[in-house]
């Protein structure tokens, strides 16, 4: 868990919004998009912030800033102003529809770019490291999975 106290400022940014966030937690688990849970000590109940792309800004242990980048799926106010936002990866945009489609000549770099680029993902925020190349296959099947365990099954 990281704190302004001990590691610096902790902040979550987006197009016209910097928030400063008192408290972090962190989880990861292979296989899933991560959730991070963010309190903001003050935080406006009118602000319309599920949806929203944000970046959570904090010092890293080497003393460059390290930035965890996700879509808010949560958020709650209580009666002090302290919020609780849910920060989770983009890729949970994957997982909400399931779908029945044919895929024609794409690879799976151009398959995955339409896919996160369908569920809104920030354009130019995609970037891939791949270890192995993928061919262009004439055809690859979605049928009755969401997006998200599309991608699994072909990686």
Excluded: K
């Excluded at 808010?72 to 909400?96: F, K, P, Q, T």
């Amino acid at each position: 868990m990281h704190s302004p106290a001990t590691d610096g400022r902790l902040c979550l940014q987006g197009p016209n919004l910097s928030l400063e966030a008192v408290e972090l937690e962190h989880h990861e688990t292979v296989g899933r998009p991560f959730v991070a849970r963010v309190v903001i000590p003050h935080l406006d109940p009118r602000l319309d912030l599920i949806g929203r792309s944000l970046q959570l800004v904090y010092p890293a242990p080497d003393g460059t800033e390290s930035v965890i980048a996700g879509v808010i799926a949560a958020a709650r106010v209580d009666h002090a102003g302290r919020g609780e936002l849910l920060l989770c990866s983009h890729a949970v945009l994957l997982d909400h529809t399931r779908h029945h489609r044919l895929w024609l000549d794409r690879d799976f770099a151009g398959l995955a770019r339409a896919l996160f680029e369908e569920a809104g993902f920030p354009r130019g925020q995609l970037q891939f490291d791949l270890r192995r190349s993928h061919p262009v296959r004439p055809w690859r099947l979605q049928a009755d999975e969401n997006d998200l365990e599309f991608l699994q099954r072909l990686c």
